[in-house]
């Protein structure tokens, strides 16, 4: 109950309300105020709260109350700037910016002399205000008297005793001696004649006075007595005369802070610094004209790391952002801001500098541009996903179609910095939409860095069209005429390997890189050799997991045709050497079987086609233009017409063959899937060669036949006698009759150019019988003019083109 009176006796004590917290109570040195941290109720920012009892130090409250108007009235930067003030008969509480006692910094000696002299540069202005413009004492001046702000300036306070010279019954006439721990600070006239002698003295005597003290102090760590100013040992040397001015025993010959501010600024000396210019320079960054600007951010870019950190990024940092974004600071000032946000929190980071960088992005200015790209792995770390996602990833991407080359050149580079924060859709979308341009660009350089961006990122890819975009992407860079990207192209096949399949690598990219191994740079063909390397172990190590084979053990002979009863036996009774060596001569049996088996009619093979059928007339019927099929196997189809179609005097050898130019294919199907379309070919051309002819006959109707025979009996006989399978074939026989043929081709049949003859329609039938069909007629009228046979000779035996697969078998073997 007792608890529940006080509190609401002070809370009627209170007085006006006073709109912040009380916070951890500060050390300070011997002072008539008690200082707190404090917050700000509405926004809960940061301060600074004086409180003074009056119950507790009545005798002081004169010295509280003149301390309050001062700062009420007294406006300075240097001075300590007042949020709030609350006054009562039994409390008065002053509300300031959060600060922290000079005297800590100073007794753990944690100043850099350059941060020192700056300090002190700040107290000499505002005390040469305060003795010129304000024509006041300040009386008080002391380390505990100074305070560092956020942003670590220094900011005067201790106004305690703050009178004006023009006041006869000023404060500090009768109240000067009740500061406490004044005398240590007290100069030699007044310890000897009182404070009334201020009056017979200049009026800034004291306080220069007690700023050369403050100058031995801070550059020393502490101070007992006048007897220690004569040391100055730790005082920088440039500054001593001065300071010995300041402490002159004689008032009259003291240098006042004006003329110590003059001395210090002078070239070269204490007050010349980069640090101190920079104080003077940032406030007014964004009026200066643009030598003045080039000119400090120069000086500022050269600062070391050893200045105030609290003051780059509480004053420094703001100002120079409203110049990036505003002010034409441009990308040197932009350098500066990324320097200071290093050493950041990542709170400040995200308050200060993240919303301007966006807004930047969105800045069409080039410069500003390639100077974000060029910092973005500066800040990438302290950016969140979402916001390179979704707010700058769109801004970036403009880059990727600029005009200028080096705006394209940075887009492309910075990929590298940004895909861990892009999202998977981002990636496999507009993100590869802008890469492909960028590899058909004109400028080889942004090509070839193309390559090595898909390279660098092929991990983020997605799964589903990782490989096909990769190779798509580095073949074509294979092609490149510009050898440092068909360089890039190979190192990073080589450093992909792992993301193709085993197919991939046997069936396109290894034949991809194979033309390399001959290039014309011997940097790409010592690279070509790696990759190629680098893929066979992959594909040797793919083998080690393949089976020996496939083929059931049932039919691991292939069939081509009906095999020979003695080649059956060998097969079953030797090994497998012998099985392959069985299965090449089989296949050479078998074709020299079909060159003397061709004779009679051919029978459908089982599929119910209906055998041609002779008319009344003796010529076949409509159904029957069609020329039975021959059987397709592949090789010995394709080395009977070979045989025939080619005279042997004139045959190309297999040498020229292998290496002639390939004519221009209409598919890749390979040669087995080319020998299966041989019976359309057939059926088209039938009469093509001898072969043709032979067949023609022997499919002829009845009549036909007979007709054939008799005008034809004065020639040889150009048909072998039917053998069966287990006869031989009198192939030498048959090759003496095509000699004879090329002795004398006047006698020899005259056949039909490949696709005008008929089906059972030889020369003699076509012309016996011109009146049942036009067709025939337009088909044998070349035949009765009778075509030079030289022609026919140049078609022979000039090498030809496989049209019809007869080289195929060689791709089958």
């Given at each position: 109950?007792?608890?529940?009176?006080?509190?609401?006796?002070?809370?009627?004590?209170?007085?006006?309300?006073?709109?912040?917290?009380?916070?951890?109570?500060?050390?300070?040195?011997?002072?008539?105020?008690?200082?707190?941290?404090?917050?700000?109720?509405?926004?809960?920012?940061?301060?600074?709260?004086?409180?003074?009892?009056?119950?507790?130090?009545?005798?002081?409250?004169?010295?509280?109350?003149?301390?309050?108007?001062?700062?009420?009235?007294?406006?300075?930067?240097?001075?300590?700037?007042?949020?709030?003030?609350?006054?009562?008969?039994?409390?008065?509480?002053?509300?300031?910016?959060?600060?922290?006692?000079?005297?800590?910094?100073?007794?753990?000696?944690?100043?850099?002399?350059?941060?020192?002299?700056?300090?002190?540069?700040?107290?000499?202005?505002?005390?040469?205000?305060?003795?010129?413009?304000?024509?006041?004492?300040?009386?008080?001046?002391?380390?505990?008297?100074?305070?560092?702000?956020?942003?670590?300036?220094?900011?005067?306070?201790?106004?305690?005793?703050?009178?004006?010279?023009?006041?006869?019954?000023?404060?500090?006439?009768?109240?000067?001696?009740?500061?406490?721990?004044?005398?240590?600070?007290?100069?030699?006239?007044?310890?000897?004649?009182?404070?009334?002698?201020?009056?017979?003295?200049?009026?800034?005597?004291?306080?220069?006075?007690?700023?050369?003290?403050?100058?031995?102090?801070?550059?020393?760590?502490?101070?007992?007595?006048?007897?220690?100013?004569?040391?100055?040992?730790?005082?920088?040397?440039?500054?001593?005369?001065?300071?010995?001015?300041?402490?002159?025993?004689?008032?009259?010959?003291?240098?006042?802070?004006?003329?110590?501010?003059?001395?210090?600024?002078?070239?070269?000396?204490?007050?010349?610094?980069?640090?101190?210019?920079?104080?003077?320079?940032?406030?007014?960054?964004?009026?200066?004209?643009?030598?003045?600007?080039?000119?400090?951010?120069?000086?500022?870019?050269?600062?070391?790391?050893?200045?105030?950190?609290?003051?780059?990024?509480?004053?420094?940092?703001?100002?120079?952002?409203?110049?990036?974004?505003?002010?034409?600071?441009?990308?040197?000032?932009?350098?500066?801001?990324?320097?200071?946000?290093?050493?950041?929190?990542?709170?400040?980071?995200?308050?200060?500098?993240?919303?301007?960088?966006?807004?930047?992005?969105?800045?069409?200015?080039?410069?500003?541009?390639?100077?974000?790209?060029?910092?973005?792995?500066?800040?990438?770390?302290?950016?969140?996903?979402?916001?390179?996602?979704?707010?700058?990833?769109?801004?970036?991407?403009?880059?990727?179609?600029?005009?200028?080359?080096?705006?394209?050149?940075?887009?492309?580079?910075?990929?590298?910095?940004?895909?861990?924060?892009?999202?998977?859709?981002?990636?496999?979308?507009?993100?590869?939409?802008?890469?492909?341009?960028?590899?058909?660009?004109?400028?080889?350089?942004?090509?070839?860095?193309?390559?090595?961006?898909?390279?660098?990122?092929?991990?983020?890819?997605?799964?589903?069209?990782?490989?096909?975009?990769?190779?798509?992407?580095?073949?074509?860079?294979?092609?490149?005429?510009?050898?440092?990207?068909?360089?890039?192209?190979?190192?990073?096949?080589?450093?992909?390997?792992?993301?193709?399949?085993?197919?991939?690598?046997?069936?396109?990219?290894?034949?991809?890189?194979?033309?390399?191994?001959?290039?014309?740079?011997?940097?790409?063909?010592?690279?070509?050799?790696?990759?190629?390397?680098?893929?066979?172990?992959?594909?040797?190590?793919?083998?080690?997991?393949?089976?020996?084979?496939?083929?059931?053990?049932?039919?691991?002979?292939?069939?081509?045709?009906?095999?020979?009863?003695?080649?059956?036996?060998?097969?079953?009774?030797?090994?497998?050497?012998?099985?392959?060596?069985?299965?090449?001569?089989?296949?050479?049996?078998?074709?020299?079987?079909?060159?003397?088996?061709?004779?009679?009619?051919?029978?459908?093979?089982?599929?119910?086609?209906?055998?041609?059928?002779?008319?009344?007339?003796?010529?076949?019927?409509?159904?029957?233009?069609?020329?039975?099929?021959?059987?397709?196997?592949?090789?010995?189809?394709?080395?009977?017409?070979?045989?025939?179609?080619?005279?042997?005097?004139?045959?190309?050898?297999?040498?020229?063959?292998?290496?002639?130019?390939?004519?221009?294919?209409?598919?890749?199907?390979?040669?087995?899937?080319?020998?299966?379309?041989?019976?359309?070919?057939?059926?088209?051309?039938?009469?093509?060669?001898?072969?043709?002819?032979?067949?023609?006959?022997?499919?002829?109707?009845?009549?036909?036949?007979?007709?054939r025979s008799v005008s034809s009996s004065s020639k040889p006989a150009s048909t072998s006698t039917p053998f069966g399978d287990d006869d031989e074939p009198d192939f030498a026989g048959w090759l003496a009759a095509q000699a004879e043929k090329k002795k004398n081709p006047l006698a020899a049949p005259k056949t039909l150019p490949k696709g005008l003859a008929k089906t059972g329609t030889g020369a003699g039938a076509g012309t016996a019988k011109v009146a049942p069909t036009t067709t025939v007629v337009k088909k044998t009228l070349p035949i009765s003019k009778k075509p030079a046979p030289a022609t026919v000779k140049k078609i022979d035996t000039k090498p030809k083109a496989d049209v019809d697969g007869d080289d195929g078998w060689g791709d089958g073997w």
């Amino acid at each position: 109950m007792d608890f529940l009176k006080s509190a609401v006796a002070s809370a009627i004590a209170k007085g006006p309300p006073f709109p912040y917290n009380f916070g951890d109570k500060v050390d300070l040195d011997p002072s008539i105020w008690t200082l707190y941290n404090g917050t700000r109720r509405e926004d809960g920012s940061n301060c600074s709260i004086f409180s003074f009892d009056i119950s507790a130090n009545r005798s002081a409250l004169p010295l509280a109350k003149n301390a309050l108007k001062k700062l009420r009235t007294l406006r300075h930067p240097g001075v300590i700037k007042v949020l709030d003030t609350v006054e009562t008969d039994s409390y008065i509480y002053i509300a300031t910016e959060r600060l922290v006692p000079l005297s800590w910094h100073v007794k753990r000696k944690s100043l850099s002399p350059e941060t020192a002299k700056w300090g002190l540069y700040s107290v000499a202005k505002t005390l040469k205000f305060i003795n010129g413009d304000a024509s006041s004492i300040h009386g008080n001046l002391k380390v505990a008297s100074i305070y560092t702000s956020e942003s670590g300036e220094w900011k005067l306070g201790g106004f305690e005793v703050l009178s004006n010279v023009k006041d006869d019954d000023a404060l500090i006439y009768r109240y000067g001696s009740v500061v406490p721990d004044s005398g240590r600070y007290t100069p030699p006239e007044l310890a000897n004649g009182g404070w009334d002698v201020i009056k017979k003295s200049p009026h800034h005597a004291v306080d220069s006075y007690d700023f050369g003290i403050l100058i031995y102090e801070v550059f020393n760590g502490s101070f007992l007595g006048s007897d220690q100013l004569g040391q100055t040992k730790s005082i920088p040397p440039s500054m001593q005369a001065s300071y010995k001015r300041l402490i002159n025993a004689n008032p009259k010959a003291r240098l006042s802070a004006a003329h110590f501010l003059e001395q210090g600024l002078r070239t070269g000396a204490f007050f010349d610094s980069p640090l101190i210019k920079l104080t003077e320079g940032v406030d007014n960054l964004g009026v200066k004209s643009e030598t003045e600007r080039e000119a400090f951010l120069e000086d500022l870019d050269q600062l070391s790391d050893d200045f105030p950190e609290d003051f780059f990024k509480m004053k420094v940092l703001p100002e120079l952002l409203k110049s990036v974004e505003f002010g034409g600071g441009g990308p040197k000032a932009f350098g500066v801001v990324m320097k200071i946000a290093t050493k950041l929190s990542n709170e400040d980071f995200d308050t200060k500098v993240t919303p301007v960088v966006i807004r930047l992005f969105g800045n069409p200015d080039r410069a500003i541009r390639v100077c974000l790209l060029d910092n973005l792995s500066l800040m990438i770390d302290r950016l969140p996903q979402k916001v390179v996602n979704d707010k700058i990833f769109p801004q970036i991407v403009a880059g990727f179609t600029d005009l200028a080359p080096i705006v394209r050149e940075q887009t492309l580079k910075s990929v590298l910095v940004i895909i861990s924060k892009l999202s998977d859709r981002t990636i496999n979308g507009d993100l590869l939409r802008y890469l492909a341009k960028t590899a058909n660009d004109e400028q080889p350089g942004i090509r070839t860095n193309t390559t090595i961006c898909l390279g660098k990122i092929a991990k983020y890819l997605g799964t589903s069209n990782r490989a096909k975009v990769l190779i798509a992407a580095f073949t074509r860079s294979l092609r490149d005429p510009f050898v440092h990207a068909r360089n890039a192209a190979l190192m990073a096949l080589a450093v992909t390997v792992e993301y193709f399949s085993d197919e991939d690598c046997a069936t396109r990219l290894i034949p991809a890189v194979s033309p390399l191994l001959i290039d014309k740079e011997k940097l790409i063909r010592d690279q070509a050799n790696k990759t190629i390397d680098v893929y066979l172990q992959r594909i040797r190590k793919a083998q080690q997991d393949m089976p020996e084979t496939v083929i059931p053990p049932e039919t691991a002979q292939p069939r081509m045709s009906t095999p020979q009863p003695a080649e059956a036996v060998a097969a079953s009774s030797s090994g497998s050497g012998a099985v392959a060596a069985a299965w090449a001569g089989w296949a050479i049996s078998s074709f020299t079987n079909k060159l003397s088996s061709a004779a009679g009619e051919m029978q459908p093979n089982g599929s119910g086609a209906p055998s041609p059928v002779p008319s009344a007339s003796g010529l076949p019927t409509p159904t029957s233009t069609t020329t039975p099929k021959r059987p397709t196997s592949s090789s010995a189809s394709a080395l009977h017409r070979q045989a025939l179609k080619s005279p042997a005097p004139t045959t190309p050898s297999m040498g020229d063959s292998f290496f002639a130019d390939p004519e221009p294919q209409e598919d890749d199907a390979d040669a087995w899937g080319d020998m299966g379309d041989m019976d359309d070919d057939t059926a088209a051309g039938a009469g093509d060669d001898n072969w043709g002819t032979s067949s023609e006959t022997l499919s002829q109707p009845a009549s036909a036949s007979a007709k054939r025979s008799v005008s034809s009996s004065s020639k040889p006989a150009s048909t072998s006698t039917p053998f069966g399978d287990d006869d031989e074939p009198d192939f030498a026989g048959w090759l003496a009759a095509q000699a004879e043929k090329k002795k004398n081709p006047l006698a020899a049949p005259k056949t039909l150019p490949k696709g005008l003859a008929k089906t059972g329609t030889g020369a003699g039938a076509g012309t016996a019988k011109v009146a049942p069909t036009t067709t025939v007629v337009k088909k044998t009228l070349p035949i009765s003019k009778k075509p030079a046979p030289a022609t026919v000779k140049k078609i022979d035996t000039k090498p030809k083109a496989d049209v019809d697969g007869d080289d195929g078998w060689g791709d089958g073997w």
